[in-house]
C-alpha cells in the first residue's frame, strides 16, 4: 500500500506486470463530536463517494448515491452511507476496467460533502483504491484535516494503452452534489 499526496501516478498493473482489471475506491469517515451532535442544530456529516466518466472533455456519465450504475455498467456505486456509523469502508465504488466504454478515456474518484461540511470536520476520513480480485489495498489517500472546501477531486483513472494508470488529485472543489462536479473536474483533464 502507498500512502498518497498531489500529482503521483501508479501504473494499475500486479507485480508479474498484469493488468488490474477490477478496482474498488473505498471511502471512510467519522463525524466530529460537534458536528450533527444532538441538540447542536447540525446536520449529520454525510459523505458521498462519486466517479464521473469523461470521455475526452465530455462528461460521458455518472455513478453516484442516485445513479449507482452508469450507463455502460462497468462503475457501480455501491450503496449511500449517510452517517460514517461503522467500521471500514462507509461507500465504496467498483470499476470494471475492461467493461468501461471505448471513447472513456478518464474517469474521476471524488468525494462531497451533502450537507456541506468542509472536510476540516470530518474525522479519520480516507479514499482507498484496492485491486478487487486481489483484495489488495494499492493506494490511501487521508482526508483528514484537508481542505476547506465542501469537495475533493480524489484522483482519476486515465486510460493508459491497453491498460490504466492512476493519477492522484488531492485537491478541493467547491462541491456538495456530483451533479455540480463537471466544471470542477474540467480543469484536472
Not at 128 to 141: G, P
Not at 157 to 162: M, T
Request: aromatic fraction near 6%.
Amino acid at each position: 500500500m502507498i500512502e498518497l499526496t498531489r500529482d503521483q501516478e501508479l501504473a494499475l498493473a500486479t507485480e508479474d506486470g498484469a493488468p488490474v482489471t477490477r478496482i474498488r475506491m473505498g471511502l471512510g469517515w467519522d463525524k466530529s463530536r460537534t458536528a450533527g451532535a444532538a441538540g447542536s442544530g447540525l446536520p449529520d456529516i454525510d459523505l458521498d463517494a462519486s466517479a464521473v466518466q469523461f470521455a475526452g472533455d465530455q462528461l460521458f456519465d455518472l455513478a453516484f448515491y442516485n445513479n449507482l450504475t452508469t450507463r455502460d455498467g462497468s462503475v457501480v456505486h455501491l450503496g449511500d452511507n449517510q452517517t460514517g456509523r461503522g467500521e471500514g469502508d462507509d461507500e465504496a465504488i467498483t470499476v470494471d476496467l475492461p467493461r468501461v466504454h471505448g471513447p472513456v478515456d478518464t474517469v474521476f474518484f471524488m468525494v462531497s460533502s451533502y450537507q456541506g461540511h468542509t472536510l476540516e470536520w470530518i474525522h479519520r476520513a480516507y479514499c482507498r483504491i484496492v485491486d478487487e480480485e486481489r483484495d489488495v489495498e494499492l493506494a490511501r489517500f487521508t482526508i483528514t484535516n484537508g481542505v476547506p472546501e465542501t469537495g475533493l477531486a480524489m484522483a482519476k483513472l486515465v486510460r493508459d494503452g491497453s491498460g490504466w494508470k492512476l493519477v492522484t488529485i488531492g485537491r478541493g472543489i467547491a462541491v456538495k452534489v456530483p451533479s455540480e462536479s463537471t466544471a470542477k473536474l474540467r480543469p484536472f483533464l
